[in-house]
């Protein structure tokens, strides 16, 4: 899977980046995430896939969106191939013009990413030397020291990023009196995600309580970078969404770890970048053409490509910039 689709996995998300690129700082969210939709809809009817929408935004009757069952690519004949898309991670971060927004999307074999509901998740989110040091059920002081001993650092030199949001008020108070430092972001957990497990980014960890379909995405992208992801699933106050989620399966009461939200044994993650942040550049434009920052990783074999792509304008006086 991974030769045979991987570029065009990575297509699919520069098409998708730049086509909302054109909308930064515009203030219209949901016009950005329906470029990004469109244009990542596009570029998967064209792969040679049968491939099936199994985290996605909504249902069928949401339509424009990426909706959970809808089919990809060119169908009978080709490989069955599940797929996870967030279009545009960070709407809010794109119509704003603020940094982290990208386009993203992981891929597997059939039943190789758990079908989460679009439910709440808490997370835990570290690193792969941190990696089965931690646990979602131990107080987060613990963790702090768990994760500052596994990188030989004191917890004051560790950097956690949490979502703003009001419940997190007793997280929040919970680092700060562990005396851990703290990087709150309005958006972009799966961004975040990925980047506790890269060395270098600055950030140590994630915790806090986010998407679920977006913690599928992180554990796709953790999993080939070896790092960890906890999460718990949340219920709400709608019977009717609890009954669903009963229904595929959800048990409220354990601990989803990385193998079991995205379980198969080939994996590819792509992300684009549309505004720049910790990992990628965001989308630059020349006069004769189109720059792209992008992550490809593959699990089996492990890869992790930084990709920096130039998409040239057709033409004879064409000039490619630096």
Do not use: W
């Not at 703290?182 to 958006?187: A, E, M, T, V």
């Amino acid at each position: 899977m991974e030769q045979q689709l991987t570029g065009e996995f990575l297509h699919v998300v520069e098409q998708a980046a730049i086509a909302c690129a054109r909308s930064i700082g515009h203030g219209d969210r949901k016009h950005s995430d329906q470029l990004a939709v469109e244009a990542m809809r596009k570029a998967m009817d064209e792969i040679q896939m049968d491939g099936t929408i199994v985290i996605g935004e909504g249902e069928r009757d949401e339509a424009p969106m990426l909706y959970v069952g809808e089919k990809l690519g060119r169908g009978a004949g080709c490989p069955a191939i599940d797929i996870a898309v967030d279009p545009l991670e960070g709407t809010n971060l794109c119509a704003t013009g603020s940094a982290n927004a990208i386009a993203v999307l992981a891929a597997s074999t059939k039943g190789g990413l758990l079908h989460a509901p679009d439910l709440y998740m808490e997370k835990l989110v570290v690193g792969p030397q941190a990696k089965g040091k931690v646990s979602l059920d131990a107080e987060v002081g613990e963790n702090l020291q768990e994760i500052a001993k596994s990188l030989n650092r004191k917890v004051a030199d560790l950097t956690v990023v949490v979502l703003e949001r009001p419940r997190h008020e007793k997280l929040i108070g919970d680092i700060r009196k562990a005396g851990a430092r703290i990087q709150l972001i309005g958006d972009g957990d799966l961004s975040a995600a990925i980047s506790a497990a890269v060395s270098g980014t600055g950030v140590h960890a994630v915790m806090g309580i986010g998407g679920a379909p977006e913690g599928v995405l992180s554990a796709a992208a953790l999993k080939c970078l070896n790092g960890e992801i906890q999460g718990r699933l949340l219920t709400d106050s709608n019977t009717a969404s609890r009954d669903k989620a009963e229904k595929m399966g959800v048990n409220f009461d354990r601990i989803y770890f990385t193998e079991d939200l995205a379980p198969g044994h080939q994996i590819i993650f792509a992300a684009c970048g549309v505004t720049s942040g910790n990992l990628l550049n965001g989308v630059r434009s020349f006069g004769d053409g189109i720059r792209t920052s992008s992550l490809i990783l593959n699990f089996n074999p492990r890869r992790v490509r930084f990709i920096d792509t130039v998409h040239v304008t057709s033409g004879d006086k064409v000039t490619v910039r630096f």
